[in-house]
């Protein structure tokens, strides 16, 4: 029943990312049709990571209540109803409307779901989980670039919705598989202790890895959002192919997740966030090479790769770091840290933009690494002073 239960929160995380990627892939076809400058994206993007952050701060609450099997259930109907009403918005207001209900659902079912994760199962599945979300997010740009071939950016949420309720009817029917499941792996059950935000922010440890958490997702949503539209303004691809594109850099992250997890017993976590910092390091160098059709399209894909398994690794060692009683809490913070960075960054670069031009994305993406390189250097730097970093972990 483990393994099961095990197979059933994949699914789960692939409906997590199956909105995610979405309105990135379409706003293309979405924004010519409504007559909208490109930067309107960033109204959709801030209400859906608005949500977001609110549905994972108190997250720790509802989960401890209803418990995680539940909440993931509703919170991914939820968003599989707020998709098919994507489809049929005749204007801007109800795109931003449905993005409230997307979000809730989005930060309930991320933060139940990791910390879950963290709690009962290995490094290798939490990266393995993560890979999965990879391949909702991967879905759905190739769903988009099939709509927008054929007939319109509406089928592509169409097709997206279909895929939604059938997840959502697999959760429901393994409600019984959770209290089956109600401890860890070797039989230990943890008792819960809400931490407010109040507390958790006198100490300087949360503080640094909330920043880490903003920063990464900061990239891996500049990517996700503006990486079409750079290609098809900047490089000159058409809009289907740069969707095709963008499936490639969710695919390398998918691929870097499944590959952080295979080597689990070979290189241990935090030597396999080094080496994800690394890797996207490379790949944003390669996305300032001007005029470069290939450089770009295999800096997306690199920094997909690498920037893929920062993210599911720091989250595994929330326990760790942080004790096992409070990890729903801080996991709930951390989530909200990292949808604050998705949050802010598309309009962020929105505003760039339209100040110095697309051509602007690959030194903007430089300067979110270095953010996220710093971050990581002053936490690793916190948690040795207080004895509780373990490279051996």
Request: with cysteine.
């Amino acid at each position: 029943m483990t393994i099961l239960l095990l197979v059933i929160i994949y699914i789960a995380f692939i409906g997590l990312g199956l909105p995610d990627s979405l309105i990135g892939s379409a706003w293309p076809g979405i924004y010519p049709e409504f007559g909208l400058p490109n930067t309107y994206i960033s109204f959709i993007t801030f209400t859906i990571s608005g949500c977001t952050v609110l549905s994972s701060m108190f997250s720790d609450k509802i989960i401890n209540k209803l418990g995680t099997g539940k909440v993931a259930a509703f919170s991914t109907a939820l968003t599989a109803l707020a998709i098919l009403g994507f489809s049929f918005s005749e204007q801007f207001i109800f795109l931003v409307l449905l993005a409230i209900p997307l979000g809730l659902g989005a930060g309930a079912i991320d933060s139940s779901l990791n910390n879950y994760i963290a709690l009962h199962y290995t490094a290798r599945h939490m990266n393995y989980l993560h890979c999965f979300y990879g391949i909702g997010v991967s879905c759905s740009p190739y769903l988009m670039s099939m709509a927008l071939s054929n007939t319109s950016w509406r089928d592509g949420y169409k097709y997206a919705f279909i895929v939604q309720i059938v997840i959502t009817l697999i959760l429901v029917l393994s409600l019984p598989l959770w209290k089956k499941n109600g401890g860890n792996e070797d039989g230990e059950d943890v008792k819960p202790v809400s931490l407010s935000f109040i507390d958790a922010m006198k100490r300087p440890e949360i503080r640094m890895v909330l920043l880490i958490m903003l920063a990464t997702n900061a990239i891996e949503y500049a990517c996700g959002t503006w990486g079409s539209t750079f290609l098809v303004e900047a490089r000159n691809f058409d809009p289907d192919s740069a969707a095709i594109l963008l499936t490639l850099y969710y695919a390398g992250m998918a691929l870097g997740r499944f590959t952080s997890g295979v080597l689990e017993n070979v290189i241990k976590t935090w030597l396999r966030i080094a080496i994800g910092v690394c890797i996207v390091f490379v790949a944003v160098i390669l996305m300032l090479v001007p005029n470069g059709v290939f450089f770009s399209a295999a800096g997306l894909f690199l920094i997909g790769f690498g920037n893929g398994s920062i993210y599911p690794n720091l989250i595994y060692l929330t326990p760790y770091n942080f004790g096992k009683e409070v990890s729903q809490s801080i996991m709930g913070f951390q989530i909200a840290a990292a949808y604050t960075g998705v949050m802010l960054t598309p309009p962020l670069f929105g505003l760039v933009s339209s100040l110095l031009g697309i051509k602007v994305y690959p030194i903007f993406l430089v300067v979110l690494w270095v953010l996220m390189a710093v971050s990581i250097l002053v936490f690793v730097k916190k948690m040795k002073s207080l004895g509780r970093f373990d490279k051996n972990v």
